[in-house]
C-alpha cells in the first residue's frame, strides 16, 4: 500500500474546504441544482422525448437555452418550470 505525507497545516485547509464543501450542499442542494447548466444532448432522456421532439421545441422556443457555436445548454431550473407548468392535478 502506498501513502503519501502531509503537513499538519497542509491537513487542516484540507479539512476546512472539505467542511465548506458539505457546509453548502448541505444548505441549498436545491439552489445548486437549479442553477446547474446541462449539455442540450442529454434533455431528451431527462425528459422522455425524442431527440426531434427536443429540437421542434428549441425551434418554438418553449424553453430558454443558450447557444455557443454548436454547443446549446439549458439550465435545469427551465426543464423544472417547463414540467410545473404543465402538471396535471388530482381533482
Known amino acids: 500500500m502506498k501513502g503519501i505525507l502531509i503537513t499538519i497545516e497542509e491537513l487542516s485547509i484540507l479539512q476546512n474546504d ?9 444548505s441549498k442542494p436545491e439552489d445548486l441544482f437549479k442553477s446547474t447548466w446541462i449539455e442540450s444532448k442529454n434533455v431528451p432522456n431527462l425528459l422522455g422525448i425524442s431527440a ?3 429540437a421542434n421545441w428549441r425551434s418554438q422556443r418553449v424553453i430558454p437555452f443558450s447557444q455557443f457555436g454548436a454547443k446549446i445548454y439549458v439550465k435545469m431550473d427551465e426543464l423544472n418550470k417547463l414540467l410545473e407548468a404543465n402538471s396535471i392535478t388530482n381533482k
Do not use: Q
Open 18 to 26: 472539505v467542511s465548506e464543501i458539505k457546509n453548502l450542499l448541505k
Open 52 to 54: 426531434k421532439t427536443w
